[in-house]
Nanobody
């Protein structure tokens, strides 16, 4: 069992930056692939970025490529999402998720086993 707790959301102006953190409990954190998803009002939850257990394989959704950076620190059981050049369309609740099957590329919410409660990111124009 893994428990995930996100933090770092808030209100920022367009063009600004935020860094989200996701702290995980459990000894097996380093074996899971981790991802960030987001969900805007009235929309489905969408994939943002994924990182494998070692950090050697990283994938981004096209809308965030070149602006967002996912990373992890297995010693701290934490995964991060650095978000730069934020746009109003980035406004959403951001969730971190853990995948027990780390060797695949999973980009849909149903493929993930554990979820955090989410943190709100609001980008004003």
């Amino acid at each position: 069992q893994v428990q995930l707790v996100e933090s770092g959301g808030g209100l920022v102006q367009a063009g600004g930056s935020l860094r989200l953190s996701c702290a995980a409990s459990g000894r097996t954190f380093s074996t899971y692939a981790m991802a960030w998803f987001r969900q805007a009002p009235g929309k489905e939850r969408e994939f943002v970025a994924r990182i494998n257990w070692s950090g050697g394989r990283i994938y981004y959704a096209d809308p965030v490529k070149g602006r967002f950076t996912i990373s992890r620190d297995n010693a701290k059981n934490t995964v991060y999402l650095q978000m730069n050049s934020l746009k109003p369309e980035d406004t959403a609740v951001y969730y971190c998720a853990a995948d027990k099957r780390p060797l695949r590329l999973a980009t849909t919410a149903g493929q993930y086993d554990y979820w955090g409660q989410g943190t709100q990111v609001t980008v004003s124009s």
